[in-house]
Structures are given as C-alpha cells and as structure tokens.
C-alpha cells in the first residue's frame, strides 16, 4: 500500500485501506489496527505533500503518533521506530516555509539523495511527542495554497525541536535493533535541518587504525548489502567517496572482501 501511495496511485493505495478496514471487523486485533492507522498516517502524508497541504502534515503526523502509540503497546520497538520517524518527519515538512507557500516537499531527504545518485527508497516512520500540539503551535503562517482555505500554523520551535530529538532517538534505536540503513536515513533528514557542529579544532580529526563515524556507517550499509550507489544516495555523499571509506575500513579492519568485512565487523566487540 505505502509503495503504491508514495508512487502516485493514490486512488488504489484508499482502495487497499477501506479493504483492509472493512475486513477487521469488530474483534480485538492490535497490531492489525495498529498497521491500520500507519496506513492512513502513509495516505494523509502523500496526499498533504501533493496538494502542499500543511493541515494534512500534521494530521499525519497525530496518525503516525498514534500508531507509534499502539506499537509501543505491543510491543514491536521496529514499527514504533518507524512510526516515531514518520511523525518527526511530517512535523519538519510542515515547519519547513515553502510547504503551505507551494513549494514541492515530497521530502527534501529523498530530492538530495535522487541528486546525488541513485534511487534509494526509504520505508515511513515517525513520532514526536508534541506531534499532536504542532496543529495550535504558533509560528509563521501561511495559507494552503491548493485548497485556499484560512492560513495554518506551522510548528512551533518547540514543536520542531522535539521532533528532532525524535528523529535523533530514532537513529539510536534503528542502530540498536541492527536496521543500519534506516538509522542512515534518519541521520541523513537530521543532517538537512542540523547546522554543522563548531569547536572542532581545524583539520580532520585522527582516527589512526579505528574506523571513523563515516567509514563504520558506510561499512554497516555495505555489508547490509547495499550497492555503493545506494549507500551514496542514503547518506548523500559521492559513489567515489563511498569507495574510499569502504577502501579505508578493509583496510583498517584487515577484510580482504566485502564478505570479509562484514564477518569482521560482526565479530568487532
């Protein structure tokens, strides 16, 4: 279903949903009801970033925050994951000005990643604990600009700010449940909203015979079994940049091949 949404075919996406709702029934199925409320959260989103709607964001995000809810009751910490992601993830696209003003959001993260490389699809997600406030945040205004209705309030910075650590909560879980590549996507929407970090003494820190943050990140989607292209659209980074730090933690590590990369990688303390 979120594949035919994201793709364009809404109308048979609503299709699958009713389907799906109608066959429920009244009996006591959580986690069917649970995926249940994901979906329309997957349907209010692709529909509010089509029709630049940010009213429609934040109704996404109060589903996603309601599934994430349901999910956390289960529990199932993955879909939580997701779920929390798809909320923080909604709540930035509408705190973002060119949403309601008309501008296309169909996610900044997948525009920067398809011009940097390859395709990389990335599955929805998302919480923020405030997701359900941001509709009466303050902040700036701007009218819908496809249904012409009263102007809607973006997020406030509060607002925005929880979603962020969200997001950042997000990236730690993904990584403690081993699903690399969507902590890679979630750091990567973090990197578009985060300014860089000052302090840092000039020059590239020295990591001598240890991996680097990057170079373990790339390791993980390589031996995940992702292509360097779309390792390079995930972390939005150059498929030569990919070689070298895969290049550099073969090295590092010893591994005469990617197989042995990851044999040595798995069996790092």
Known sequence: MEALARAGDGATARTMVRNFSQ??????APAARAALVWSRAVLTETEALAQERRDGLLEAARLYEEAAAAYGELPRPYSQAL????????????DTGDTADGADTAGGVEAAAAADAADATASPAGKTAKAG????????VSPDRKTG???VPAPDEAATTAALAELESCARRFTDLGAVWDAARARALL???????KG????RPSHADQLSPREEEVAQLAVAGLTNREIAAT???????????IAGAMRKTGALSRRDLAHRLGGAP
């Not at 929390?84 to 930035?92: F, I, Q, W, Y």
């Not at 406030?133 to 700036?140: L, M, Q, R, V």
């Not at 840092?200 to 020059?203: E, L, Q, V």
């Open 149 to 151: 209705g009263e102007a």
């Open 235 to 245: 972390l939005h980074l150059s498929p030569r940049t990919v070689e070298q730090h």
């Open 191 to 197: 990197r578009t909203r985060q300014p860089a970090r």
């Open 200 to 203: 840092r003494p000039p020059g």
């Open 133 to 140: 406030k941001a509709g009466k945040a303050t902040g700036s």
């Open 23 to 28: 066959g429920l029934g009244p009996g006591d």
């Open 83 to 94: 779920t929390t992601e798809g909320a923080a993830r909604c709540v930035l696209a509408a």
